[in-house]
Nanobody
Framework: QVQLVESGGGLVQPGGSLRLACVVSGNIFGINVMGWYRQAPGKQRELVATVTSGGSTNYADSVKGRFTISRDNTKNTVYLQMDSLKPDDTAVYYC????????????WGQGTQVTVSS
């Protein structure tokens, strides 16, 4: 199993920026897809962005052009750069990794709060 620790959340005004980071430790063998999801109060958890081991990215339509996902395999870290933040971006953001060795395993971080408000 692996452990995921998110950081970088906080309170920001509309139009501001934040950068989230997720450090993965433990048994990192077989990690392929890494990504970010978010969940607002009273709503379902939704995909924000993913990045594969080869560097291919995928974004939700609501964040395209504003968010950028990246990964540093040397540091076992995935980042989410968030620009032009809107109040609708307010949510708990969760890091997710998919790991395939003898089986497919999905691991989640504890989440970090992002609040966009004036």
């Amino acid at each position: 199993q692996v452990q995921l620790v998110e950081s970088g959340g906080g309170l920001v005004q509309p139009g501001g920026s934040l950068r989230l980071a997720c450090v993965v430790s433990g048994n990192i063998f077989g990690i392929n897809v890494m990504g970010w999801y978010r969940q607002a109060p009273g709503k379902q958890r939704e995909l924000v962005a993913t990045v594969t081991s080869g560097g291919s990215t995928n974004y939700a339509d609501s964040v395209k052009g504003r968010f950028t996902i990246s990964r540093d395999n040397t540091k076992n870290t995935v980042y989410l750069q968030m620009d032009s933040l809107k109040p609708d971006d307010t949510a708990v953001y969760y890091c997710k990794v998919e790991q395939r060795t003898w089986d497919l395993t999905v691991s989640w971080g504890q989440g970090t709060q992002v609040t966009v408000s004036s």
